[in-house]
């Protein structure tokens, strides 16, 4: 379930259009600690961060954080365990 209250930060399909060509998409059980690991390990820049998603640069290179459940729905994810195993 959807955890983040108010507007998004910006609409997901004008962020996509601006994302380079190559971006890293990883599901995270607790988006605000896995933002923290991220600008306290690998000197992150946070663009933008609530409860289900995160969008941050590390070394350059585009990553988007998104909680487990924002895919609860995706018809791929028919099968998948609740919550998924890392990696799958």
Same mark, same amino acid.
């Given at each position: 379930?959807?955890? +983040? ?6 609409? @997901?399909? +004008?962020?996509? +259009?601006?994302? $380079? *060509?190559?971006? &890293?998409?990883?599901?995270? +059980?607790?988006?605000?600690r *896995?933002?923290g690991f991220?600008?306290?390990?690998? @000197? *992150?820049? &946070? ?6 998603f995160?969008?941050?640069n &590390?070394?350059g &290179? ?6 487990d ?7 791929? *994810?028919?099968?998948?365990?609740? $919550? $998924?195993k890392?990696?799958?």
């Amino acid at each position: 379930m959807k955890e +983040r209250t108010g507007d998004p930060w910006m609409p @997901a399909d +004008r962020y996509g +259009r601006g994302l $380079p *060509a190559f971006t &890293v998409n990883l599901l995270a +059980r607790d988006v605000p600690r *896995a933002v923290g690991f991220q600008t306290e390990v690998l @000197a *992150a820049k &946070v663009h933008y961060s609530d409860p289900d998603f995160a969008a941050v640069n &590390v070394g350059g &290179v585009e990553l988007m954080l998104h909680a487990d459940h924002t895919y609860d729905k995706h018809p791929w *994810a028919v099968g998948v365990p609740t $919550p $998924p195993k890392p990696g799958s």
